[in-house]
């Protein structure tokens, strides 16, 4: 077998964007177009966490239902790249500063920035943390018992 067997054709693909009727056609023409591996859930914090400890995971476990049924792979990406609203309203600290001291909530005043957190924040640092014992306890507990086909 050559290196480049081993290369596999994967795709980002954001659920929570889209209505849950078009998930399955979606992920079945993944399938179709030879799409192995599905990278899910990196901006999902809003969705994930709607407020403070209100944890919602039924449409990912629904999504991942859909991924498994057509047996590709998924990589669930720590969603913590785009903080909810609820955080950064109520810990602003999280917010990127720039030069000048000043900070942005949206889009329009940086553009070319993906990642909304400052990273070097104790608030972002103990949020994360909380976010990552949550999902770990969460699968130790035995919430999703991953299948080799998911």
């Not at 067997?5 to 795709?11: F, H, T």
């Not at 070097?120 to 999703?144: D, F, H, K, Y």
């Given at each position: 077998?050559?290196?480049?067997?081993?290369?596999?054709?994967?795709?980002?693909?954001?659920p929570e964007h889209w209505d849950e009727s078009m998930?399955?056609?979606?992920?079945?023409?993944?399938?179709?177009?030879?799409?192995?591996?599905?990278?899910?859930?990196?901006?999902?914090?809003?969705?994930?966490?709607?407020?403070?400890?209100?944890?919602?995971?039924?449409?990912l476990d629904r999504a991942l239902d859909l991924f498994?049924?057509?047996?590709?792979?998924?990589?669930?990406?720590?969603?913590?790249?785009?903080?909810?609203?609820?955080?950064?309203?109520?810990?602003?600290?999280?917010?990127?500063?720039?030069?000048?001291?000043?900070?942005?909530?949206?889009?329009?005043?940086t553009a070319a920035i993906i990642v909304r957190l400052?990273?070097?924040?104790?608030?972002?640092?103990?949020?994360?943390?909380?976010?990552?014992?949550?999902?770990?306890?969460?699968?130790?507990?035995?919430?999703?018992?991953?299948?080799?086909?998911?």
């Open positions: 077998m050559k290196q480049y067997d081993l290369v596999q054709m994967g795709v980002d693909y954001y998930w399955e056609s979606d992920i079945r023409l993944m399938k179709e177009t030879g799409v192995k591996v599905v990278r899910v859930a990196e901006f999902a914090w809003s969705r994930l966490e709607i407020a403070e400890g209100n944890y919602q995971f039924g449409w498994h049924k057509y047996e590709l792979q998924v990589v669930i990406g720590t969603p913590t790249a785009t903080p909810p609203r609820w955080l950064t309203t109520k810990f602003t600290d999280v917010l990127p500063v720039f030069a000048k001291r000043t900070f942005t909530r949206g889009f329009a005043d400052c990273a070097n924040t104790e608030t972002v640092l103990l949020s994360v943390l909380r976010s990552i014992i949550v999902n770990i306890q969460l699968l130790l507990a035995g919430r999703r018992i991953m299948n080799s086909a998911c």
